[in-house]
């Protein structure tokens, strides 16, 4: 589901909790038109803080799209989000992001996806409430291989945060994976993020990169095992943060027939 990375936690030496849920339905009314309901929620606690703030985060989104031709299909999405910070009025936020999408097919393998809209955020603030517009769009690049995938993307949007609420993000992406034999597979991430000044706040901008390498071996055919290691730093003016590295190791098992 389309939640929020706080992107300001690193470097904070920082615990945070994360608690995500999500679920969605899509139905063909026609076999050129079809509409989707997506549902998420989040909940950010931390462990031991006095500077972050905790809060719950509601999203909503209702789309239809139209296919127009074999490669081209276009429709449009309302998206309806809410953020509940704990113990205090300030930062509560209400956010409504109507949008138009687009997929077009470049090539047999190439597919680009878009949307462009806008997003109007109603905050509260101490004494009343402060109205915000700002642009949300995304933009997709991906080339599907029959043994590897390529993909770039960017993406703006308005999220809450731990610090003064919420704000706006602008984030570039890549991805690369490759099948390497029958079992084992081998992808790359890298991404970048600026994140601006929060709408009721003066905490100042930031950025943040963050790249990955994972390597996974199936081991049955349900059964998946998986090695990542990451790279995390970001950089601000006023505060001099630590970069961050981890390394994951973990199970997956799929349930179903895979069809």
């Known amino acids: 589901p389309p939640i929020a990375d706080d992107i300001a936690l690193t470097g904070l030496d920082q615990r945070r909790h994360s ?6 339905i899509a139905h063909s009314l026609t076999p050129k038109d079809s509409i989707n309901l997506n549902l998420s929620a989040t909940a950010i606690r931390f462990a031991d803080s006095f500077i972050q703030d905790e809060y719950n985060f509601f999203n909503t989104a209702v789309g239809y799209s139209r296919v127009l031709s074999e490669r081209t299909s276009i429709g449009a999405s309302v998206g ?5 910070y704990l113990e205090q009025r300030r930062g509560d936020s209400t956010i409504i992001t109507p949008s138009f999408n687009i997929t077009q097919e470049l090539a047999p393998d190439l597919t680009l996806t878009g949307s462009i809209g ?8 101490i004494v009343g409430e402060t109205n915000a517009t700002d642009l949300s769009a995304s933009a997709n690049l991906c ?13 703006r949007a308005t999220l809450p945060s731990s ?3 919420i704000r706006s993000q602008t984030s570039f992406s890549l ?3 490759q099948r390497i034999t029958r079992n084992d597979d081998f992808s790359v991430r890298g991404s970048y993020s600026r994140s601006s000044n929060a709408v009721l706040g003066t905490s100042e901008k930031f950025e943040y990169v963050r790249a990955s ?6 081991f049955q055919e349900r059964i998946s095992g998986f090695v990542t290691v990451g790279y995390a730093d970001s950089f601000q003016n006023s505060i001099d943060r630590k970069a961050n590295t ?14």
């Open 19 to 24: 608690f995500q849920t999500g679920a969605s």
């Open 80 to 84: 309806l989000g809410y953020s509940n």
């Open 118 to 125: 806008a997003s109007f955020s109603r905050v509260k603030n």
């Open 143 to 155: 080339r599907q291989g029959e043994f590897s995938t390529f993909c770039i993307g960017a993406r």
């Open 163 to 165: 610090f003064d609420g």
């Open 175 to 177: 991805a690369y994976s």
């Open 213 to 218: 390498a994972t390597l996974s071996h199936r």
């Open 246 to 259: 981890q390394v994951r190791i973990g199970i997956s098992f799929r349930f179903g027939n895979g069809r």
